[in-house]
Every structure is written in structure tokens, then in C-alpha cells.
């Protein structure tokens, strides 16, 4: 029984079947809610599972000029990637997988799924799929250090780099949860960046470079990396639940995986709210608005929780 529970844990909960399903939901409830707020009728719940099991019956074509094992394995190691975080973020009570300074480790196992969205473009030698390749790498700098800096703010403030640690924290101090809202501003902004998601969908504007980065990926492959960009939604979504809003702690059993699901799903209300709100903007416009507005407030949090912390002793 030992020996088959950590299977259980990377194949089911949290693991592979729990990202995939979870994602493909969020992807649901973030086009249904954008569709009611344009008055719009939306997808059927099913939508995004009948697209995902269409994808995987269609053909995969690999361009002549790509790398081919480099393309068709770059989808696997996002979603790999992925499910390495989630067992490092709590789920339910507290993370699967729980050390000091995981959090660096999640912000860092994140960052990959970027990367290979970068090089998928990169490789696949369309045009269209370079300049989104480009796009990616270009946003990838301007909304990292702000998402960085605006998950630093809460873990000084716990004093541990523990992501489970610092839901406890805020779980034992609601009060100072009101306190985190600019970090939590600038965190769920930056998140809109990472999943390139309006106003940032500039990797994969369609009326400019048809697909972007994917364009060349067809099929299974396609599939994958559409069902990792919603995985990422996933882990996104619990990194800033553990880091701003106290995780699911104080709550035990079934009880905190659906105040996990509650919590998550909140902040995916959030996103869908600021992508129908706002219209694409230009590359040059995001990386300002991420150097010159959302690391200042980041690094404000940061410097506030700084002394917050020397206040409280």
C-alpha cells in the first residue's frame, strides 16, 4: 500500500488526472463567465474536454526545418514541470511535498513552462511562431520580477520561504491579509502576463501572427501544450492562494479541498473580470507598464512588510 500511494498522489491527486481536469474546468468557467459579461451565451461545461479528445485524434505534422524529438517532447516538459509545483504548493491542509524555500522552487519550476513555449516558436521556423517566440521571452522578463517581488512581501513578512508555512501564518493572522492587497494586485497581474492572457495575449494575437508561439503545432502535441497554459491557470491560481489568502488552513479533510476549489476559483473570477475589462495592448506598453507601475508596487509591499515585520519584533 506505501509503494502505491506516492503513484497515486503523481497520477491522481494532486497529480496529472486532478491538473488536467481542474484545468479544463477553469478554462470552462473563465470563457462561460466572459461570455456572460459580454452577453454572450458561453460553452457547454464540456467544451474543453470534447476539444481536448478531438485534438488527440488529429494529426500531428512536424515541419521539416524543426527539431523533431525537440518538438514533440517540449509539450511533456511543460506539463511535467507543472506538476512538479503543484506538489510543492497545499492543495488541501498542507503541500505534498513540503521543504524550506519551496516557494523559490515553484516560482522557478513556473518559469519552465515559459521557456518551452519560447522555444517551441523558436524551433518550429515559421515566421509567425518566431515573433511569438520573441513576444514570449520579452514578456517573460517584464512580469517576472514583479511577480517575484510581490510573493517576497508575505514570505518576509511569515519569516519562512515555506509556501505551507506562510498560509499557516496568514491563516493565523487574517488580519494582515488585508494588508497584502497591492502585492496580491500586482501577483494577479503579473499571473494575467504569465498565462498571456488579455491585456497580454501578445505572444498569440491573432489578427497580427495567427497562432504565435503554436502555429506550427497541430494534434496531440497542440493539445498538450493548450491543456499545460491551463494547468498553469491551475498552479497560478494555489501559489497565490497559499502566498496571500491563507491557503485552505484551519479547515480538514474534504472541507479544505473545497475551500481550495473556493479559494481558486475566486481568483480565477478575478482574471476573467480584468480580460474582459481590458483590450491588447502593445509589447513596448506592457514591459513599461510592468517596469515603470507593477515592480514599484511590488517593491513597495516588500519594503512595507519589511518594517511591518521589525514593528511586530
Not at 107 to 116: A, E, F, H, K, M
Not at 211 to 236: N, P
Request: aromatic share 14%; with cysteine.
Amino acid at each position: 500500500m506505501e509503494s502505491i500511494l506516492p503513484i497515486a498522489y503523481i497520477i491522481i491527486f494532486p497529480g496529472f488526472l486532478f491538473l488536467a481536469v481542474y484545468g479544463l474546468f477553469l478554462q470552462w468557467f473563465d470563457r462561460k463567465l466572459c461570455a456572460v459579461m459580454q452577453n454572450r451565451m458561453g460553452p457547454p461545461w464540456f467544451q474543453p474536454y470534447a476539444d481536448f479528445v478531438k485534438l488527440l485524434a488529429k494529426e500531428v505534422i512536424v515541419p521539416d526545418a524543426a527539431d523533431s524529438a525537440m518538438f514533440r517532447a517540449l509539450p511533456f516538459f511543460a506539463i511535467a514541470a507543472l506538476m512538479t509545483a503543484l506538489v510543492s504548493i497545499p492543495v488541501g491542509r498542507s503541500a505534498l511535498f513540503s521543504f524550506q524555500g519551496d516557494m523559490i522552487a515553484v516560482i522557478y519550476l513556473l518559469t519552465i513552462p515559459t521557456v518551452t513555449f519560447f522555444l517551441a516558436g523558436w524551433s518550429s521556423t515559421s515566421p509567425y511562431s518566431t515573433v511569438g517566440a520573441m513576444r514570449v521571452l520579452t514578456q517573460l522578463f517584464a512580469y517576472e520580477v514583479p511577480l517575484m517581488l510581490s510573493l517576497i512581501g508575505p514570505a518576509i513578512l511569515a519569516g519562512t520561504w515555506n509556501l505551507t508555512e506562510i498560509s499557516a501564518f496568514f491563516s493565523a493572522h487574517p488580519g494582515l491579509i488585508l494588508l497584502q492587497l497591492p502585492g496580491f494586485a500586482a501577483a494577479l497581474i503579473a499571473l494575467q502576463g504569465k498565462l498571456e492572457r488579455m491585456p497580454f495575449d501578445i505572444p498569440h494575437a491573432k489578427n497580427e501572427i495567427v497562432g504565435g508561439q503554436f502555429t506550427e503545432y497541430t494534434g496531440r502535441l497542440f493539445g498538450f501544450f493548450c491543456l499545460a497554459v491551463d494547468m498553469e491557470m491551475v498552479v497560478g491560481a494555489a501559489l497565490i492562494n497559499a502566498v496571500f489568502m491563507g491557503g485552505s488552513l484551519g479547515t480538514h479533510g474534504f472541507a479544505a479541498i473545497v475551500v481550495f476549489l473556493f479559494k481558486t476559483l475566486f481568483i480565477a473570477f478575478l482574471l476573467a473580470v480584468l480580460k474582459v475589462l481590458m483590450a491588447r495592448i502593445r509589447i513596448e506598453q506592457m514591459v513599461n507598464f510592468c517596469w515603470k507601475y507593477l515592480a514599484p508596487v511590488a517593491m513597495a509591499q516588500v519594503a512595507f512588510n519589511i518594517f511591518l515585520k521589525y514593528k511586530l519584533g
